[in-house]
């Protein structure tokens, strides 16, 4: 007795398939692709079928966009290195330039020195005392001048939340991008 499987079950029932629904604007993945690639040949008409051809062209594709996206993100994580290297570089140096919001930067900072991780992953009254300690407190009082130019000594810099690395003056933060002098 032979066994028989069909491969759409067998793709729908894998672990892979499994995966979250996409959220609008992800990426086709590998199991979408062969998803398509076996409902298009059950699908096709048997008196014109497909071409190999079309079908190797297809995953020749598939691939190349694939090798395209790691190259992206590999691209992405060069430039998150370079601007960290360009932020570290301006530390115990004067620099000018617009002030933002320290709020969700500046609870990460104490987060990460009273608890050792980031106030995202901290518990729920671990969060109530960040938010009460008198950095964060200043932080947001100070929200509202943000966008104004502050001049300072860098003490340090920290990742907001984007992942752009800021500089830390006193208690004022810098957007890396908007420094227009540095002495």
Do not use: H
């Not at 028989?4 to 993945?29: C, H, I, M, W, Y």
């Not at 992405?76 to 919001?101: F, H, I, P, W």
């Not at 518990?123 to 001049?151: F, L, T, Y």
Request: charged share 20%; hydrophobic share 40%.
């Amino acid at each position: 007795m032979a066994l028989q499987a069909n491969p759409v079950t067998a793709l729908q029932n894998s672990t892979f398939a499994q995966a979250k629904p996409r959220a609008a604007g992800d990426e086709l993945s590998q199991i979408d692709f062969m998803k398509l690639i076996i409902a298009q040949m059950r699908n096709q008409n048997p008196l014109e079928p497909q071409k190999d051809s079309d079908f190797m062209a297809q995953m020749a594709q598939f691939e190349s966009l694939n090798q395209m996206r790691t190259m992206a993100t590999g691209m992405k994580v060069l430039q998150g290195m370079q601007e960290l290297t360009s932020a570290s570089g301006m530390l115990g140096r004067t620099v000018t330039g617009k002030q933002v919001d320290a709020t969700s930067v500046t609870r990460d900072l104490v987060a990460r020195e009273a608890f050792g991780t980031s106030y995202s992953q901290l518990p729920s009254e671990m969060r109530v005392r960040v938010n009460e300690e008198q950095r964060v407190q200043a932080a947001i009082a100070d929200a509202a001048n943000a966008g104004n130019e502050v001049s300072g000594r860098v003490d340090r810099v920290a990742i907001g939340p984007d992942g752009i690395p800021m500089l830390v003056i006193g208690t004022k933060v810098v957007d890396l991008f908007t420094v227009g002098e540095v002495r």
